[in-house]
T-cell receptor
Framework: EAGVTQFPSHSVIEKGQTVTLRCDPI?????LYWYRRVMGKEIKFLLH????????ESGMPNNRFLAERTGGTYSTLKVQPAELEDSGVYFC?????????FGQGTRLTVV | AQSVTQPDIHITVSEGASLELRCNYS??????LFWYVQSPGQGLQLLLK??????LVQGIKGFEAEFKRSQSSFNLRKPSVHWSDAAEYFC?????????????FGTGTRLTIIP
């Protein structure tokens, strides 16, 4: 069974550009989560989808971040425009029956 | 709101030595407790979890953790580390009845193993 897959594994962009991160959850998992770890800090919850609906987006830092999960399958997290402080590792997790699995993360570097 | 403290940012131990990574949490009740490991280039892997019952829990790769309610702690231990244990370790708490969904993580402890 394939695990949670994230694309790309690493992205380097300039300040002001747009970047889109993708997460493919485990097939059949209704719940999908995004987390972020800024360098040296804790991993922080960003938001939670149940199928295609946003259940909780209390952790989204500001309106430059937009998450979507059309059709309740894969999810994208767009940062537009990117700022230097957005650099970090973005993790995705999917879960079913209260058991969550994490992807390998996307390392975003904004220069 | 719950919080997690991992007081050690970086720990270095010799291969074969014992290991203890500290974790303290703040929460109004007994939360669900987790330890995750991230090896270089890998995702977060669940080592072990505590929901209820026996306060000493066994995990994968020879790790164990002990929940101590009086100290609000959930320290991770291993009697003898291997070079492959070099990684970053994260303690996390979750809300009861939510499994390991919507977790609150600590800042992580980076473990270095020396020969």
């Amino acid at each position: 069974e394939a695990g949670v897959t994230q694309f790309p594994s690493h992205s380097v962009i300039e300040k002001g550009q747009t970047v889109t991160l993708r997460c493919d959850p485990i097939s059949g998992h209704d719940n999908l989560y995004w987390y972020r770890r800024v360098m040296g800090k804790e991993i922080k919850f960003l938001l939670h989808f149940v199928k295609e609906s946003k259940q909780d987006e209390s952790g989204m830092p500001n309106n430059r971040f937009l998450a979507e999960r059309t059709g309740g399958t894969y999810s994208t997290l767009k940062v537009q425009p990117a700022e230097l402080e957005d650099s970090g590792v973005y993790f995705c997790a999917s879960s079913q029956a209260s058991k969550a699995f994490f992807g390998q993360g996307t390392r975003l570097t904004v220069v | 709101a719950q919080s997690v403290t991992q007081p050690d940012i970086h720990i270095t131990v010799s291969e074969g030595a014992s290991l203890e990574l500290r974790c303290n949490y703040s929460y109004g009740a007994t939360p669900y407790l987790f330890w995750y490991v991230q090896s270089p280039g890998q995702g977060l892997q669940l080592l072990l979890k505590y929901f209820s019952g026996d306060t000493l829990v066994q995990g994968i790769k020879g790790f164990e953790a002990e929940f101590k309610r009086s100290q609000s702690s959930f320290n991770l231990r291993k009697p003898s580390v291997h070079w492959s244990d070099a990684a970053e370790y994260f303690c996390a708490v979750g809300l009861p009845n939510f499994g390991n969904e919507k977790l609150t993580f600590g800042t992580g402890t980076r473990l270095t193993i020396i020969p």
